[in-house]
């Protein structure tokens, strides 16, 4: 299984990004899908998720200008964030909860995009 994320790059405040990340490989079904962020000195933190059903979590630093969505049948999941902070500079992660055939649940991480917003 490859986890593969995009849509990182270098923003002025106040922009938008929407960043992508797509499982692929044999996998049965998703649980959950979800975003986390690691800014330099500072652990891994949640920023959003979403189950297969469709429920949604977010950070409180996240409500309001981030939305997450997914698309299941292609295992993909995506973050649009909306009116960028220098803040929201970090290196966002994705994690995907995944069930593969003749395994069971097993957890994925992709490498990781750069976001950098200047002010």
């Known amino acids: 299984v490859q986890v593969v994320e995009s849509g990182g790059g270098l923003v002025q405040a106040g922009g938008s990004l929407r960043l992508s990340c797509a499982a692929s490989?044999?996998?049965?079904?998703?649980?959950?899908m979800g975003w986390y962020r690691q800014a330099p000195g500072n652990q891994r933190e949640l920023v959003a998720r979403i189950t297969s059903r469709g429920r949604t979590e977010y950070a409180d630093s996240a409500k309001g200008r981030f939305t997450i969505s997914a698309d299941n049948a292609k295992y993909t999941v995506y973050l649009q964030i909306s009116s960028l902070k220098p803040q929201d500079t970090a290196v966002y992660y994705c994690?995907?909860?995944?069930?593969?055939?003749?395994?069971?649940?097993?957890?994925?991480w992709g490498q990781g995009t750069q976001v950098t917003v200047s002010s």
């Open positions: 490989g044999s996998i049965e079904s998703v649980n959950v």
């Open positions: 994690k995907m909860d995944l069930v593969l055939p003749g395994v069971g649940p097993v957890f994925y």
